[in-house]
């Protein structure tokens, strides 16, 4: 279990941690820590908010701290897979083609522009949300990751190898799935009673994305893999916070 919680980390993670046997049967739990890197982000996006209120920080300072918080604990790890599914999907070639783009290491135009839009939006709605609804995006960076597991112990894997394929294919999946669901439910009563309307909303939001990941993985790559799994998580992400942007400026 401590193997499995330090191998989250490692992976999904720059927070330092011991070293880690990565055998395949030191995997089992490693999703069900997952969701506790979202929590570490949730701490520092609640903390430098903090800050930015006390010291009195201009507002584009405050919002680009927020952005850049997920990306320095994560190490931009979901970033890449967000950057190597856009410039597959963008290619409009076949499944196995698109497969063979997500495992290029080169950079193509697709990725830097939609990448420059990526972080422009997220610059303009972390302006958009108040000191008040932090306590739900913070929760929202659990409820994306408890998303994002439960796919990789449930979705169909696209080349059945790979990082998140070990992952998937080591993991105890019925004792994974159930704690899953439990920090999926509790995220979710952590932002409904913060907010009935932003958290509802949040939570709206990302399971509909779950549910177009789940479509358009299958749809044009036959599966999941760790690529897709980040792109995932960071649209998740994105419209968690547009959600919550747009229902604090509407009620």
């Keep these: ?10 992976m999904y993670s720059r927070i330092p941690v011991p070293r880690a ?17 979202g929590l570490v982000i949730g701490a520092g996006v609640l903390g430098f908010s903090w800050l930015c209120a006390f010291a009195g920080f201009p507002e584009l300072f405050r919002a680009a701290g927020l952005l850049l ?18 410039d597959a999907l963008s290619s409009h070639q076949t499944k196995e083609r698109k497969l063979e783009i ?8 697709f990725a830097i522009i939609f990448g420059g839009v990526y972080l422009t939006a997220m610059l303009g709605i972390w302006s958009g949300i108040p000191d008040e609804s932090m306590g739900v995006m913070a929760l929202s960076f659990v409820f994306s990751r408890g998303l994002s597991g439960l796919s990789a112990v449930t979705f169909r894997n696209a080349r059945g190898n790979g990082t998140l394929a070990d992952f998937s294919d080591g993991a ?24 009935p309307v932003k ?5 709206g939001a990302g399971c509909l994305m779950f549910l177009y ?12 893999t760790g690529d897709l799994a980040g792109w995932f998580l960071e649209l998740c992400e994105l419209f ?6 747009l229902s604090g400026a509407l009620w």
């Design 1 to 10: 279990m401590i193997n499995s919680f330090l191998l989250a980390f490692a």
């Design 21 to 37: 046997d990565w055998s395949k049967e030191k995997m089992k739990y490693v999703m069900c820590f997952f969701p506790l890197i």
């Design 69 to 86: 918080i997920p990306v320095l604990v994560t190490g931009g790890i979901h970033m890449d897979g967000f950057l190597d599914t856009v």
């Design 102 to 109: 997500l495992k290029d290491s080169h950079t193509g135009a």
């Design 172 to 195: 105890e999946k019925r004792a994974t799935r159930a704690v899953l669901v439990l920090y999926l439910l509790l995220s979710f009563g952590g932002m409904a009673a913060l907010s």
């Design 199 to 203: 958290g509802g909303a949040a939570a």
């Design 213 to 224: 990941y789940r479509y358009k993985s299958y749809r044009e790559f036959g599966g999941i």
């Design 240 to 245: 968690m916070g547009l959600a919550v942007a």
